[in-house]
């Protein structure tokens, strides 16, 4: 007999993970599928990092490690946060977990109450929603146009933000679109958030170092919305270390005691092992996040040039991460003969079985009438996959 909690009955599948999970089973068979669905690096880590891992092991980093993380990779990450990012966090204020996701998590169930709402941009990474559930949240969603690169204006904000409202969730550079927001776009954003005192602000920027334009701008590094404002990071995509498995927070210090409480009983610190080899990512520079950076840049362009001689597609060029979301309100309700698109998701699965290219649709990310690409992968398979999504979407009618 099962017997699930209403809690785990509330939670979707992660859609990207989803169609990853088909690629592979599609990929099992021997059909050839190229996967445009991961947020994941396709470069490997670089080598400095991996000797730090394996001097660690050598070293004996085998025990328990402390639950917000060593004491030297914390002392790393506060001076990284003060030299590349203005922000003063002291090494308590700092709690490294189990990836970005695990970060996220901790925060939103340390500061959400049942009921409480949590403000969200769309399109939004799909993880957001579903942990605000987890939760006991309630989702507010400010739609926001493609028109206006899928930014959200201070006006649109200020309408939804009430007593009610606990946490607002903010993420520059962009999963899913790649957008980034200028220095002054956010400072307008900053100004309404200081209106309001008990609204909190998690600024995700674990995306910060695949920027193609303008600069990278941290929310807390506004002083006077400084204690309102909890950054998530980790070494997931600027080192190419997703299967490390490392992220952390810098928040007031009474909400990272809060986290590292919580942490305590869930997981307690994370793997010994991938500490140390961060500590190596965020102590040093080989040239490889500059060389990742210019790849990623290469094929962005390649993609969105590709992307835009397709007929009825609406493409805006990201300024970072590696992702593209266009519109493609133009193929819904269209039909091949055999399969009728109804909506981004329809077109996912069309494009996967008729293409034999999986992307993810945009239903899961709050944008119905898009879908997201990831273009982590060669320039040789990128080519490929536009040219078969192409030929696909020809065939609608």
């Not at 730090?52 to 993380?69: F, L, W």
């Not at 007593?163 to 776009?185: A, H, Q």
Request: aromatic residues 8%; contains cysteine; proline residues 4%.
């Amino acid at each position: 007999m099962e017997h699930l909690s209403d809690r785990i009955k509330s939670l979707s599948v992660s859609q990207t993970l989803a169609m990853a999970q088909k690629s592979r089973e599609l990929k099992a068979k021997g059909i050839d599928i190229i996967s445009l669905s991961l947020g994941e690096p396709d470069f490997n880590t670089p080598d400095y990092i991996k000797e730090a891992a394996k001097k660690a092991i050598d070293d004996n980093y085998s025990k328990y490690p402390p639950v917000p993380g060593y004491n030297d990779l914390r002392e790393a990450i506060s001076k990284k946060f003060k030299e590349e990012n203005g922000i003063n966090y002291a090494p308590e204020q700092i709690v490294v977990s189990a990836g970005g996701k695990h970060s996220l998590i901790n925060v939103i169930l340390s500061l959400v109450n049942p009921g409480e709402e949590v403000v969200l941009l769309a399109p939004y990474w799909v993880s957001y929603y579903d942990q605000i559930l987890l939760a006991g949240g309630k989702p507010v969603v400010i739609e926001t146009t493609l028109d206006n690169d899928f930014k959200v204006l201070p006006e649109q904000l200020e309408v939804v933000v009430s007593r009610k409202t606990r946490l607002l969730i903010f993420n520059s550079p962009s999963n899913p679109t790649g957008m980034v927001y200028t220095r002054e776009e956010m400072e307008e954003i900053a100004n309404v958030i200081r209106k309001h005192e008990g609204l909190f602000v998690i600024s995700d920027e674990i995306y910060e170092h695949i920027i193609f334009k303008g600069e990278h701008v941290s929310m807390a590094s506004f002083d006077y919305i400084n204690d309102q404002v909890i950054t998530v990071n980790g070494v997931s995509k600027g080192y190419a270390m997703t299967g490390w498995r490392i992220g952390y927070i810098g928040a007031p210090l009474w909400l990272a005691k809060a986290v590292d409480k919580l942490q305590g009983q869930f997981t307690s610190g994370v793997c010994s092992i991938a500490q140390r080899a961060a500590l190596a990512a965020i102590k040093s520079d080989d040239g490889s996040r500059q060389k990742m950076r210019d790849a990623f840049l290469r094929r962005r362009d390649i993609v969105c040039k590709l992307l835009k001689e397709i007929r009825g597609m609406k493409v805006k060029v990201p300024q970072g991460a590696f992702y593209v979301m266009p519109d493609i309100s133009h193929f819904l309700g269209k039909s091949d003969g055999e399969v009728k698109i109804r909506t981004s998701d329809d077109l996912a699965l069309y494009l996967l079985d008729k293409a034999q290219v999986a992307v993810v649709g945009g239903d899961a990310f709050g944008a119905p009438d898009c879908i997201r690409i990831s273009y982590a992968t060669s320039d040789e398979l990128l080519i490929e996959a536009i040219k078969r999504i192409r030929g696909a979407l020809e065939k609608l009618r």
